[in-house]
T-cell receptor, first 115, second 114 residues
């Protein structure tokens, strides 16, 4: 079945550091890939998504590229801020058209950014 | 963006009792609602999908008689954990979507069964 593996946390960085959170997936067919972010006390929010190979999703300075050859969707940000402290979840869906039915999540990676 | 609320945010109940968790879409009509369960340091696991006015579809391994889901209106879905036991203690998260656009997630409900 489909599965998502993301790097174990927690990750602690200083402000303005470069961030990479690794995510790899196993899926039949051609899934859509997502990154969600959960700030303390809030629900998960969609951060970015990509629906086909070589697509790059981007939002709020975060980027992730859908790499079919390596089955990866690593999250990156060039310069993190304290406000980026949150838990980040990688997820996939095999619903056509980039929909979000039947999301399969990774375990989440907690990021703490210190001033 | 769209807002989904859950109530209560934290509940403690005694073993053998039932507890109801509400999920509401505050500013949109949710044709589909999803219920997830999350164990500490684990991923969210989809429990069931419900469409307004019809029976929920449960994922394999989820006991439908234990986790009763009702999606009676386009803004409200409820999850009732019946005859709760300590192993049911977990973080329960709902999400909602309108049509085929993205899911919007609630903040979650922590259930502790003593």
């Amino acid at each position: 079945g489909n599965s998502v593996t993301q790097m174990e946390g927690p990750v602690t960085l200083s402000e303005e550091a470069f961030l990479t959170i690794n995510c790899t997936y196993t899926a039949t067919g051609y899934p859509s890939l997502f990154w969600y972010v959960q700030y303390p006390g809030e629900g998960l929010q969609l951060l970015l998504k990509a629906t086909k190979a070589d697509d790059k999703g981007s939002n709020k300075g975060f980027e992730a590229t859908y790499r079919k050859e390596t089955t990866s969707f690593h999250l990156e940000k060039g310069s993190v801020q304290v406000s980026d402290s949150a838990v980040y979840f990688c997820a996939l869906s095999d619903e056509p058209g980039g929909g979000s039915e039947k999301l399969v999540f990774g375990k989440g990676t907690k990021l703490t950014v210190n001033p | 963006g769209a807002v989904v609320s859950q109530h209560p945010s934290w509940v403690i109940c005694k073993s053998g009792t039932s507890v109801k968790i509400e999920c509401r879409s505050l500013d949109f009509q949710a044709t589909t609602m999803f219920w997830y369960r999350q164990f500490p340091k684990q991923s969210l696991m989809l429990m069931a999908t419900s469409n307004e006015g019809s029976k929920a579809t449960y994922e394999q391994g989820v006991e439908k008689d234990k986790f009763l889901i009702n999606h009676a209106s386009l803004t409200l879905s409820t999850l009732t954990v019946t005859s709760a036991h300590p192993e049911d203690s977990s973080f329960y998260i709902c999400s909602a979507r309108q049509g085929f656009i993205e899911q919007y997630f609630g903040p979650g409900t922590r259930l502790t069964v003593t």
